[in-house]
Nanobody
Framework: QMQLVESGGGPVQAGGSLRLSCVVS????????VGWFRQAPGKERTFVAG????????DYSDSVKGRFSVSIDNAYNTVYLQMNSLKPEDTALYYC????????????????WGQGTQVTVSS
């Protein structure tokens, strides 16, 4: 049984930073990717960033490119999302998700999800 647990969310003022963590545990093969998604109230869940376990390349949505950075600690199967220069429109519930193979932008391509961590950015 695989489990993903996010942490690190919270309230922050615009311009501030947060680092989210996603710990992947359980039984799995190492050829996986982790995607970060977010969902604001009344809106669809959208891709934010993703990284394969090898960590050679990362993908970002246009809305966060240059502000967010995703990294992985392979030894601990932990994926981080460093969020800088936060804006009120970044407010959402942030999820990490697991899939085998390369990063995909579609949430439907991921089969395991964490419970989410709330990020609230005030102006």
């Amino acid at each position: 049984q695989m489990q993903l647990v996010e942490s690190g969310g919270g309230p922050v003022q615009a311009g501030g930073s947060l680092r989210l963590s996603c710990v992947v545990s359980g039984r799995f093969y190492n050829n996986y990717s982790v995607g970060w998604f977010r969902q604001a109230p009344g809106k669809e869940r959208t891709f934010v960033a993703g990284l394969s376990r090898g960590g050679t390349s990362a993908d970002y949505s246009d809305s966060v490119k240059g502000r967010f950075s995703v990294s992985i600690d392979n030894a601990y199967n932990t994926v981080y999302l460093q969020m800088n220069s936060l804006k009120p429109e970044d407010t959402a519930l942030y999820y990490c998700a697991f899939r085998y193979g390369v990063v995909e932008y579609s949430s439907g391509k991921y089969h395991s999800w964490g419970q989410g961590t709330q990020v609230t950015v005030s102006s």
